[in-house]
């Protein structure tokens, strides 16, 4: 959020020294949060003005000076009270001076006010003092002075754009889910290239880089199944996103039934070569019509892609 307080000295024609310079008339006042009162200002009569947000303020201020009698030409200082002291007093923050008696002095300063010391005091003071060893006379012209307090509550800032982050991330994640389906492909039938498997594939239907496969058809003939034969049911050749397999090879059960009902299992794998299982018995004489049943979800991705 952006806090800011401008005033200007237009009625006052004369500054005591160690006295605050008042700046009585209004110019732009934030109020963030309500109408009015403002929660982001106060302006006391004595010239004083308390922060009431914690934030990083900077304060600009220029004072035309008449004339005076001090020695020591003209000199301003922005001061802060500090209610933690022992003594409670005023502190400097910042001094602006000018030999010259008769000129406008600019100053200013860059304050940090914390949580903290809001939460403790619900507010920070800060006043331009006259510090120059003498009264001093303004000019006979408008303004004679002024003053504005800048602030920005980077805390807040930066919580907002860690919601703005969020926002975004939830959105990719929904673009993400939305390509996800566009890119859902049709179901792609794949029959082995197994002349003693005939009859018998996979179907394949992929989201993103994920990939489903699982069993489909029959034997059309009678086969025999031999011990420690390798039998594929799709080779990567007849599904080239088998090739972007990485790791291990993965193992699921291939369930065989009859149409008499009599089920059998296998381990199956799946690797860069294809699906395939190797029996650890023999099966005689599997009639028509015997189903080979799996399913499987496999990450397929370019190596440099992230999954």
Request: overall charge negative; aromatic content about 12%; some cysteine.
């Amino acid at each position: 959020m952006v806090y800011f307080l401008q005033r200007e000295c237009n009625s006052a024609t004369e500054i005591a020294v160690n006295s605050i310079v008042r700046f009585e008339t209004a110019i732009a006042l934030s109020e963030t949060g309500s109408s009015s009162p403002s929660e982001d200002f106060v302006y006391h009569a004595d010239g004083s003005i308390d922060i009431l947000r914690p934030g990083i303020y900077i304060t600009f201020w220029h004072v035309v000076a008449m004339t005076g009698l001090s020695t020591n030409g003209q000199s301003y200082q922005l001061k802060k009270f500090d209610y933690d002291a022992v003594t409670p007093d005023w502190i400097v923050l910042a001094e602006s001076t000018n030999h010259i008696k008769v000129s406008s002095t600019p100053g200013f300063n860059t304050l940090i006010v914390s949580k903290a010391e809001i939460t403790e005091h619900g507010k920070a003071t800060v006043a331009l003092f006259n510090t120059a060893d003498s009264d001093v006379r303004l000019t006979v012209f408008r303004p004679k002075a002024g003053i504005l307090v800048f602030g920005l509550d980077l805390s807040l800032l930066e919580s907002r754009i860690k919601t703005i982050e969020t926002e975004i991330v939830d959105i990719e994640r929904k673009i993400k889910i939305i390509e996800d389906f566009i890119y859902l492909s049709d179901i792609s039938r794949i029959w082995t290239p197994t002349v003693s498997l005939s009859g018998i594939g996979a179907a394949v239907i992929h989201s993103g880089h994920t990939y489903n496969f699982w069993g489909i058809g029959a034997l059309d003939h009678t086969q025999t199944l031999s011990n420690g034969t390798t039998y594929y049911i799709m080779r990567s050749n007849q599904y080239e996103e088998l090739l972007l397999y990485q790791g291990d090879t993965t193992i699921g059960t291939l369930w065989i039934e009859t149409p008499s009902g009599n089920v059998y299992s296998f381990p199956i794998r799946f690797d860069e070569t294809g699906i395939y299982f190797i029996p650890n018995s023999q099966l005689t004489n599997l009639p028509v019509g015997t189903t080979f049943k799996f399913t499987q979800a496999l990450i397929l991705a370019e190596m440099d892609e992230d999954p």
